[in-house]
């Protein structure tokens, strides 16, 4: 092996390279999501936060093919209240903020749901 | 060549073996390459609505809805209810529910000799609902189907806009958005506001048509058209139940149906 050294550093600079994105995020990142606030009254969601946090857009898919495709447009009970599975008029019903609630994370999390070229958005309360 | 050195009577054996071969794999090649769709045609051949729960249908008087000459009041409710933009353009309109002359409506159903300025009336028309969609066979993402009480819907979500329904309907129920009917501005507004925001609009590059108001069955309610029309020339009901005003009345009268001959089996029914 004579260029041993060559090699080595090649490798080095290669993985601080590739590596880029974690190692920068790691010490320079910001990872504390958004204090969102629900803008609502209620103290329950349709599941429980973390689950919500995590899955309420295969939940919005699951309605949505509720809904649509077998005819099934709820009840849903929530906190002992019945609402229909309806994008806006229970997610947004009980969140009474689009911009400042769904958006807020959104834009934090880079994700441009494309619901809205159809769905209109209630007016924010 | 030199290890095989068959005797006379193997290598005729071989040969007839071999032929067999290939007339049987011949053979399975057409099974699979012809069965399958022949299996799939006599599948999807059955509708797939059910004999209980309802099987809506229409019934349109066209001799109540004469009395009102041009009146587009269902029309207007209708367009109002689902958000449909008035695009001043042929190639672009989006239509739901319309005014079709009878001669255009019931193409090939009109007689030389007709009972006076039968066929200029404007008649009408919508989606069909059929029980033998062609629209449904030709969509390759199941975007329009057929629900069990007979509806035949669009899913909006699933739509790619190829188009195949457009080409497959033979009654130019369909619709296609060539530009967004309702654009939206910035945080998602759209600019003009639609009439009924708790009905989604569509967006560009999707095919839409009449839902017999699949939205508002659900909650109880009857189609909006039927709803607006004064003159009572729009009869909607379940064709299963024996004392629905839409079965009585087929089973009183004598209807027509657009372009019966080809099988689809439409559940818009005409008095004329």
Redesign the interface.
């Known amino acids: 092996m004579h260029d041993q050294g060559k090699v080595i550093a090649g490798i080095v600079i290669f993985l601080i390279v590739v590596l880029f994105p974690i190692w920068y995020t790691g010490a320079f990142g910001d990872f504390t999501p958004p204090n969102l606030d629900p803008v609502t009254d209620a103290k329950e969601c349709v599941k429980d936060k973390a689950t919500m946090t995590a899955w309420h857009m295969d939940l919005l898919n699951e309605w949505?093919n509720d809904?649509?495709?077998n005819?099934d447009?709820g009840p849903v009970l929530i906190a002992g209240k019945e609402w229909e599975k309806s994008l806006?008029?229970t997610c947004l019903g009980c969140h009474g903020s689009?911009?400042k609630f769904c958006?807020k994370c959104h834009t934090y999390a880079d994700v441009k749901p494309?619901c809205?070229?159809?769905?209109?958005?209630?007016e924010e309360r | 060549m030199e290890d095989r050195k068959p005797d006379a009577e193997g290598a005729v054996e071989k040969d007839v073996s071999r032929r067999g071969f290939l007339a049987a794999s011949g053979a399975v090649a057409i099974a699979i390459g012809c069965g399958g769709p022949i299996l799939a045609a006599l599948a999807s051949a059955r509708s797939s609505t059910k004999e209980d729960g309802p099987r809506w249908a229409m019934v349109v008087d066209t001799r109540k809805c004469e009395e009102k000459g041009d009146c587009m009041a269902c029309s207007l409710a209708c367009h109002q209810t689902h958000n449909v933009p008035e695009i001043d353009s042929k190639k672009e309109e989006i239509k739901w529910i319309w005014k079709e002359p009878y001669k255009h409506a019931f193409l090939g159903q009109e007689a030389e000799h007709m009972r006076h300025g039968l066929k200029e009336l404007p008649i009408t028309v919508m989606c069909n609902h059929c029980e033998n969609p062609p629209c449904v066979r030709v969509c390759p993402t199941q975007a329009t189907?057929q629900?069990?009480?007979g509806i035949v819907?669009m899913?909006?979500?699933r739509c790619i806009g190829c188009r195949y329904c457009i080409v497959a309907c033979p009654y130019g129920s369909r619709s296609f958005n060539w530009k967004?009917p309702w654009p939206?501005g910035d945080?998602?507004?759209?600019v003009d506001?639609?009439p009924n925001?708790?009905f989604?609009?569509?967006?560009r590059g999707v095919v839409e048509k009449c839902n017999f108001c699949?939205e508002r069955l659900?909650?109880d309610q009857g189609p909006a058209c039927v709803e607006a029309c004064e003159c009572e020339a729009l009869i909607f009901g379940d064709l299963n139940d024996p004392e629905s005003e839409v079965r009585l009345l087929l089973e009183e009268e004598l209807s027509q149906r657009r372009r019966p001959e080809l099988g689809t089996n439409p559940h818009v029914f005409y008095l004329v």
């Open positions: 949505r809904v649509v495709r005819n447009r806006t008029r689009y911009r958006h494309d809205w070229q159809c769905h209109v958005v209630p | 189907f629900r069990e009480d819907l899913d909006m979500h967004d939206r945080d998602n507004e759209p506001s639609p925001p708790d989604p609009t569509r967006m699949a659900g909650t």
